[in-house]
């Protein structure tokens, strides 16, 4: 009998599925490097308010998905639901940022959102994230996408569209929310009751509602990138050029607004084609305002997330596992200890030279140990024979071969 189970949304991570992610966080740490990010690790829980703030107080995260809660302190603290604000807290506390300066960070970890858990989404998820903190334009934002693009390509993740808009700066929202209430004000009879609130509140995400009617709705309503100002319109379309010359395929979807509050100018998101509702597997944009309300300093950012639970499932079937194995079997019944100890060395250097090693740690029958070597899918299997020499055999091919120590040595330990 199961006397206790994860919680609702969690879920143990073990197996090919953590080789996945292993492989997966291998990757992206060579292109962050490629591109100079410096690793950035933050608590995983934050004051709430830090995400109030910054993705707005009627973004379904703050107002439905936050794992709120009052520490013993009597201080509202919140686990964290996503990365960029932490990240910004973490540069504005730690006097990071200058400037003029551009400074990149990557993070790697566990995100919280008390979300309905289905396939794709789960209340502790894994997200890989970068931010770039200094320069503003669209050159820096073709950048950033191509960063999110590598990492996919590199894992050999297909079947992926790329989707970019603009959501214009402040001045460019404030018209354009005028104009939008005016269409949804002729047509408010058909807006869900969060909708009608939402019109209220913050407008633009209205564009996040999955309920048809508003759908419908929303599908004529006017865009707000046929609303930017000159500024915005010019750097959409050097992004558009870029992207271009960079050779990475998009598509320009008006109706993508994102839902956090923090964004100007451009957002993007990289979708699948393979994964049914939850098909966003990265998404992220320039969020020119956020270090401004953290510190007063006028420092322009753009970064991006990428949702790693998602990714682990489009990795093709494969053994992620880039280690080779080798189980050692003691030949003599009585003397399990004492063989292993009298090849220690040779052990310890094939650790070394990153095998992953195995042996029982009882006495076993030949026949029990490698009913484990096969469990375990060892590559090699050495048998430690009585007098000195090894027997290994190839476990792919099954081939089998008699050894003396030197030989052994040989082997494994001169380069060729
Ligand atoms: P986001 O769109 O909320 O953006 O999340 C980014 C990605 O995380 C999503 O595209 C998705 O793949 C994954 N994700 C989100 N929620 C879940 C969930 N419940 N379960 C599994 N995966 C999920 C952000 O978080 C921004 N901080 C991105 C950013 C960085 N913008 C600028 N810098």
């Known amino acids: ?30 292109v962050f490097k490629s591109f ?17 703030r910054s993705l707005g107080e009627n973004s379904d995260i703050v107002s439905k998905e936050m794992y709120l809660f009052k520490d013993k302190g009597d201080r509202l603290l919140s686990l964290r639901p996503e990365g960029t604000a932490p990240v910004v807290r973490a540069c504005v506390e730690n006097n990071l940022l200058q400037s003029g300066i551009d400074k990149k960070f990557f993070y790697i970890g566990q995100m919280f959102r008390y979300d309905r858990p289905q396939a794709g989404r789960y209340r502790q ?61 002729k047509n408010s009879d058909i807006l869900c ?28 309503a006017p865009k707000i990138l046929d609303f930017v100002c000159d500024d915005c319109k010019k750097d959409f379309e050097l992004l558009q050029k870029y992207l271009t010359v960079q050779k990475i395929e998009f598509e320009v979807d008006k109706s993508l607004v994102r839902g956090l509050d923090y964004y100007t100018g451009m957002v993007f998101e990289i979708k699948t084609t ?12 320039r969020y020119d305002n956020l270090v401004r309300e ?40 009585n003397k399990n200890a004492e063989q292993i100890l009298a090849n220690y060395d040779i052990i310890q250097m094939l650790r070394e030279k990153n095998f992953s090693v195995f042996y029982n740690g009882e006495s076993k ?31 792919t091919s099954g081939e089998q071969k008699i050894v003396t120590k030197e030989e052994f040595l040989k082997e494994f330990f001169v380069e060729s």
């Open 365 to 395: 029958s030949i026949k029990s140990q490698m009913r484990t070597a096969n469990h375990l899918q060892a590559e090699l299997v050495i048998f430690i024979e009585e007098n000195g020499s090894f027997s290994i055999k190839n476990m």
């Open 193 to 220: 009751e969060t909708c009608v609130e939402r019109k209220n509140k913050n407008i633009l995400r209205i564009f996040d509602c999955k309920i048809e009617n508003c759908k419908n709705l929303l599908k004529n």
């Open 1 to 30: 009998m199961i006397k206790y189970k994860a919680v609702r949304g969690t879920r143990d991570i073990f197996g090919e599925l953590a080789n996945k992610f292993e492989f997966l966080e291998k990757a992206a740490k060579q």
């Open 36 to 52: 100079g990010f410096e690793e950035m690790r933050t608590p995983i829980f934050e004051t709430g308010e830090i995400f109030t």
């Open 274 to 285: 393979k994964l049914g509702s939850q098909d966003a597997i990265a998404a992220g944009g």
């Open 125 to 185: 998820f894994h997200q890989i994230g970068a931010e770039f903190f200094g320069a503003k334009n669209p050159f820096i934002d073709s950048e950033i996408i191509s960063v999110a693009m590598k990492i996919i390509e590199k894992i050999n993740v297909k079947e992926t569209k790329l989707f970019i808009n603009s959501v214009g700066c402040n001045n460019c929202r404030t018209k354009y929310s005028e104009i939008l209430s005016e269409y949804l004000h």
């Open 294 to 333: 953290f510190s007063g300093e006028d420092i322009p950012a753009v970064g991006f997330a990428i949702g790693e639970d998602r990714i682990a499932e489009l990795l093709e079937e494969r053994n992620f596992c880039d280690k080779k194995s080798v189980f050692f079997v003691t030949t003599d019944a």
